[in-house]
């Protein structure tokens, strides 16, 4: 089992930044990609960034240019750097893992991080 936990979400103006935390444990030996996903109120839940154990990344087109995924496989953590918030990004947050299981993989969720932005 993988315990997630994230920290960072707040309420911020538009324009403004933050800064999300995940710290991932339990079995975090066989975590490969971690992500952030979102949820807005009557939205579909989507992806916003992920990133491998090797560092690549992809990002939804919403986040290009404005958010940054990092990752510390050591401390078992991810980070989004959100930049230049605007109000259609609040959301409640959650931090992804995967590992692999049979021809697919396992997700794991954290309870979510509420972010929401002002006009």
């Known amino acids: 089992q993988v315990q997630l936990v994230e920290s960072g979400g707040g309420l911020v103006q538009a324009g403004g930044s933050l800064r999300l935390s995940c710290a991932a444990s339990g079995s975090t030996f066989s975590i490969n990609a971690m992500g952030w996903y979102r949820q807005a109120p009557g939205k579909q839940h989507e992806l916003v960034a992920r990133i491998s154990s090797g560092g690549s990344t992809n990002y939804a087109d919403s986040a290009k240019g404005r958010f940054t995924i990092s990752r510390d496989n050591a401390k078992n953590a991810v980070f989004l750097q959100m930049n230049s918030l605007k109000p259609e990004d609040t959301a409640v947050y959650y931090c992804?893992?995967?590992?692999?299981?049979?021809?697919?993989?396992?997700?794991?969720w954290g309870q979510g991080t509420q972010v929401t932005v002002s006009p």
């Open positions: 992804n893992a995967a590992r692999p299981y049979g021809s697919g993989h396992l997700d794991y």
